[in-house]
């Protein structure tokens, strides 16, 4: 559609935009929740929730690894833009597995991803420390 990648070919259709590719494969594959109107749109809030850590924590990784932890540290800090986020998903995990339950989510694994790109900063320190 706009000449670009990623791009997902499934039998006739092309499928643009990562987190469009995301909610096509979760949608196809079962992995939003129990399929309920509800589920589903739960499942995507929660999905954009781990975008916003991600858009939140990754150019403040970066000008980390440059030296400057400033920015980091603000993120982090609790009320900041991360440790809002992370507070809320930790709330959500105290006595289940999942996010939406019983079941594996692709919410669960845009989580599971955010917090495992991070490990190559001491991001992940901060996480066992807060969030055990």
């Known amino acids: ?3 670009q990648v990623p791009l997902l070919i499934d039998g006739d259709k092309k499928i643009v935009q ?3 590719i995301a909610r096509y494969l979760a949608t ?12 589903v749109l ?3 809030q929660l999905f954009e929730g781990t975008e916003d850590i991600y858009e939140a924590l990754w150019p403040a990784c ?8 400033e920015q980091l540290e603000k993120v982090l800090a609790p009320g900041g833009n991360v440790h809002k986020y992370l507070v809320k998903f930790d709330k959500m995990l105290t006595d289940r597995t999942f996010l939406l339950g019983d079941s594996l989510t692709y919410a669960d694994l845009a ?5 495992t ?3 190559a900063i001491d991001v992940d320190q901060y996480l066992g ?3 055990p």
Do not use: I
């Open 1 to 3: 559609m706009f000449g």
């Open 18 to 20: 990562t987190r469009v």
């Open 28 to 39: 196809k594959l079962g992995l939003c929740g129990n399929g309920t109107e509800d589920d």
């Open 42 to 44: 739960l499942c995507d």
């Open 62 to 69: 970066a000008k980390y690894r440059g030296g400057n932890s």
């Open 111 to 115: 989580l599971y991803n955010v917090l």
């Open 117 to 119: 790109v991070t490990s």
């Open 129 to 131: 420390q807060h969030f």
